[in-house]
């Protein structure tokens, strides 16, 4: 796999999407076996959508201590698990399903009036899977994210009323939610400064159409245009790309 390195980006380049996932989960399976080392679990966010399905497959063939690893969505689309936009449903038929022990999920989505009103039952659950606190959440040890073709990551949407808030690094809210035209439903997300909280952040996407919005975004310009940006141009940690044709 071809890498190269600038500022503070750290390109990976695989042969196609299948090497690509191969050589991400292999890399991803080092951080996880270092996190439970280190602090006796690991903690993930992971993003849903189409591109990551072969990435969870491989992910579950490895032998992990999953029983010590906790999952969560970097985002998701505000619906309970059955509903067929779920993200929770995408990765539970491609990762959970297929791995022999049972893994500590914390959901996106709780039933609630509003997803404003979610946003305290997601952080109890979290806080009590992680043993941490609102006060001093516990960090990520890996990040995933994803890219959407009209350059939004997590659920920082171009059209979203509230974009200058999902792209803002000041924000001190952990969770929001995100509504525009064209995200079907609402959606909560993790916040930015949360997202960058992490030992490891990646971006993992695949396809010519997708290289051409990551290179406008990485050309600089308006971060509410190309919400990608927030990541790419950020010093708080390294974002590692790994993209395949």
């Given at each position: 796999?071809?890498?190269?390195?600038?500022?503070?980006?750290?390109?990976?380049?695989?042969?196609?999407?299948?090497?690509?996932?191969?050589?991400?989960?292999?890399?991803?399976?080092?951080?996880?076996?270092?996190?439970?080392?280190?602090?006796?679990?690991?903690?993930?966010?992971?993003?849903?959508?189409?591109?990551?399905?072969?990435?969870?497959?491989?992910?579950?063939?490895?032998?992990?201590?999953?029983?010590?690893?906790?999952?969560?969505?970097?985002?998701?689309?505000?619906?309970?698990?059955?509903?067929?936009?779920?993200?929770?449903?995408?990765?539970?038929?491609?990762?959970?399903?297929?791995?022999?022990?049972?893994?500590?999920?914390?959901?996106?989505?709780?039933?609630?009036?509003?997803?404003?009103?979610?946003?305290?039952?997601?952080?109890?659950?979290?806080?009590?899977?992680?043993?941490?606190?609102?006060?001093?959440?516990?960090a990520f040890d890996i990040v995933i994210l994803g890219m959407g073709?009209?350059?939004?990551?997590?659920?920082?949407?171009?059209?979203?009323?509230?974009?200058?808030?999902?792209?803002?690094?000041?924000?001190?809210?952990?969770?929001?939610?995100?509504?525009?035209?064209?995200?079907?439903?609402?959606?909560?997300?993790?916040?930015?400064?949360?997202?960058?909280?992490?030992s490891f952040l990646a971006l993992h996407f695949t396809g010519q159409?997708?290289?051409?919005?990551?290179?406008?975004?990485?050309?600089?310009?308006?971060?509410?245009?190309?919400?990608?940006?927030?990541?790419?141009?950020?010093?708080?940690?390294?974002?590692?790309?790994?993209?395949?044709?």
């Amino acid at each position: 796999m071809g890498q190269k390195q600038s500022d503070n980006i750290i390109w990976n380049q695989g042969a196609d999407a299948q090497s690509l996932a191969e050589n991400l989960a292999g890399e991803l399976v080092g951080k996880i076996r270092e996190a439970i080392n280190s602090n006796g679990s690991a903690v993930i966010a992971l993003s849903g959508g189409s591109t990551p399905k072969p990435l969870f497959r491989v992910l579950a063939q490895h032998d992990i201590e999953w029983s010590k690893v906790i999952i969560t969505l970097v985002d998701e689309r505000w619906v309970p698990e059955e509903h067929e936009l779920s993200n929770a449903a995408f990765m539970r038929e491609n990762l959970f399903d297929l791995i022999p022990e049972e893994v500590q999920f914390v959901p996106l989505y709780q039933q609630a009036q509003t997803v404003e009103a979610s946003f305290q039952l997601v952080l109890n659950e979290f806080c009590a899977v992680t043993e941490s606190t609102l006060d001093n959440l516990r960090a990520f040890d890996i990040v995933i994210l994803g890219m959407g073709g009209d350059g939004h990551t997590a659920s920082f949407f171009p059209d979203a009323d509230n974009v200058s808030d999902l792209i803002s690094i000041e924000i001190d809210k952990p969770l929001l939610t995100c509504s525009s035209a064209s995200t079907q439903v609402e959606r909560i997300t993790w916040s930015l400064p949360v997202l960058l909280n992490t030992s490891f952040l990646a971006l993992h996407f695949t396809g010519q159409e997708k290289l051409a919005v990551f290179e406008a975004a990485a050309a600089g310009g308006k971060t509410e245009e190309l919400p990608i940006r927030c990541a790419i141009f950020q010093n708080q940690t390294p974002l590692h790309i790994y993209y395949a044709d």
